[in-house]
């Protein structure tokens, strides 16, 4: 049963833009910590961005080759999530997957957190 559905990839230019959305079929509660992962050919899955939208405060966290670029959001009052991809790079070029688990905010932040859902993901391609 899919969970988590993504949509918004496809081809740019570089230094183009594109805006990804996870609509998740389950419901995400102020203790789920949400994410973005991306895997290109040949290559391991990378951890994108992260975010726990908790009660006391939001915690983000953006891989190195993405900060300053990537933005990731949610809106709960819709159960959504998106990552705003700007400056894009070839080497942006991957599938990118929605994920989401049960977390409280600093497992979240900890390199062990796993993600319970997955979604089927979504092509990017970025051509020079």
């Known amino acids: 049963q899919v969970q988590l559905v993504e949509s918004g990839g496809g081809s740019v230019q570089a230094g183009g833009s594109l805006r990804l959305s996870c609509e998740p079929f389950?419901?995400?509660?102020?203790?789920?910590?949400m994410a973005w992962f991306r895997q290109a050919p040949g290559k391991e899955r990378e951890g994108v961005a992260r975010?726990?939208?908790?009660?006391?405060?939001?915690?983000?966290y953006y891989a190195e080759s993405v900060k300053g670029r990537f933005t990731i959001s949610q809106d709960p009052a819709k159960n959504m999530m998106y990552l705003q991809m700007n400056s894009l790079k070839p080497e942006d070029t991957a599938m990118y997957y929605c994920?989401?688990?049960?977390?409280?905010?600093?497992?979240?932040?900890?390199?062990?957190?796993?993600?319970?859902?997955w979604g089927q993901g979504t092509q990017v391609t970025v051509s020079s």
């Open positions: 994920a989401a688990g049960p977390a409280s905010r600093d497992h979240c932040g900890s390199g062990d957190w796993t993600a319970a859902y």
């Open positions: 389950i419901r995400i509660t102020s203790d789920y910590c």
């Open positions: 975010i726990h939208n908790g009660a006391s405060s939001a915690y983000y």
